[in-house]
């Protein structure tokens, strides 16, 4: 089954790819239709996700989304939904170093990633969702080139380095992205063959 995720973030489709079940098949919408503006404005992941379908619905194909974010609980939950749009057209490196500066005295690290990803099937307008978190603690200091966004300063709970250090094979069997997707897969293995 062929599946388009709208998105334009490469290495959201590439973690995807990697815990893509037998039988799935995912591209970029993108492939098939313009690159589209959509305000993530949504004060919930889900929201925001639901936008993302809702602006290529009318392709007919069956769609994924995938909305994240990193929520920090010493700074109520920034940057949350707005994990893109903090300093949107700074480099990674800054807005993490922003971040980094805004706790340098906070001893409360706790923070989780969050995904919220969506099936929708364009012959019936059914839509499935899920929801992902990965519990961890926001570093010291930025390490490690792995991943993207703010992986260098994220480390997931029972490992004591970063995802930006600890890389895809880890982050395929903990994150935010693989827990969600996997559920969503399992979900539309079964609607699928009971369609
Ligand atoms: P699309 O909307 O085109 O899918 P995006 O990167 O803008 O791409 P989101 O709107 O979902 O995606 O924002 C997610 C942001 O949250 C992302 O750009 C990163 O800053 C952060 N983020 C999400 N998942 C992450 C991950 O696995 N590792 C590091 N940062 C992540």
């Given amino acids: 089954m062929k599946l388009y995720l709208v998105t334009s973030n490469e290495n959201k489709l590439k973690e995807v790819r990697l815990i893509l079940p037998a039988g799935f098949d995912v591209e970029s919408v993108e492939t098939i239709a313009p690159k589209k503006d959509i305000v993530e404005d949504s004060a919930t992941f889900f929201g925001n996700s639901l936008k993302k379908i809702e602006a290529y619905k009318d392709l007919g194909v069956p769609l994924l989304a995938d909305d994240s974010g990193l929520v920090i609980d010493s700074l109520g939950g920034f940057p949350g939904v707005n994990s893109t749009r903090f300093m949107e057209n700074s480099h990674y490196l800054t807005k993490m170093q922003i971040i980094l500066d805004r706790m340098v005295n906070e001893e409360n690290r706790a923070a989780r990633f969050v995904c919220a990803a969506l099936f929708y099937d364009p012959s019936n307008g ?68 009971k369609k």
Avoid: W
């Fill in 126 to 193: 059914v839509l499935v969702g899920v929801e992902g978190k990965v519990d961890g603690i926001i570093a010291r200091k930025q390490s490690g080139e792995n991943g993207f966004g703010y992986d260098p300063i994220f480390v997931p709970q029972g490992y004591s380095q970063t995802f930006g250090v600890l890389g895809d094979s880890v982050k395929m069997e903990l994150s935010h992205r693989a827990k969600a997707f996997k559920k969503l897969f399992s979900l539309v293995h079964l609607y699928t063959g």
